[in-house]
């Protein structure tokens, strides 16, 4: 599940904390933001018949900082920090289309 979308910290960081630890019990691999940008970067690995498969996700708003939670940034060097990382640990990997919300 992609967590790289504006509403990642509305609960602040104990929120996030809480989500993702719901989300591990229940089994659901989530990436797309992290407590620092390693965090944000990491891919979601799955076994596919024998392959590892990465998925990364990216947005355009809160943008994580080395030691400042928040979002897989579209626009800064996160991108390829989580491709080099993808790259390191799985056979193939993707990513998910940038989430967006506008208001009109």
């Known amino acids: ?9 509305d609960c602040g960081i104990r929120g996030f904390e809480q989500t993702k630890t719901a989300l591990a019990e229940a089994d659901v691999l989530c990436f797309g933001a992290g407590l620092n940008r390693s965090g944000a970067a990491a891919p979601a690995v799955l076994d596919v018949d024998g392959f590892k498969v990465g998925i990364i996700g ?16 579209l626009y800064d060097d996160t991108l390829d920090m989580a491709v080099d990382k ?13 989430f967006w919300s506008r208001i009109i």
Do not use: C, K
């Open 1 to 9: 599940m992609s967590l790289a979308n504006n509403h990642a910290f």
């Open 86 to 98: 993808a790259r390191d640990e799985v056979d193939l990997f993707g990513g998910n289309a940038p």
């Open 58 to 73: 990216f947005s355009f708003t809160l943008p994580v900082a080395q030691d400042v939670p928040g979002v897989a940034y």
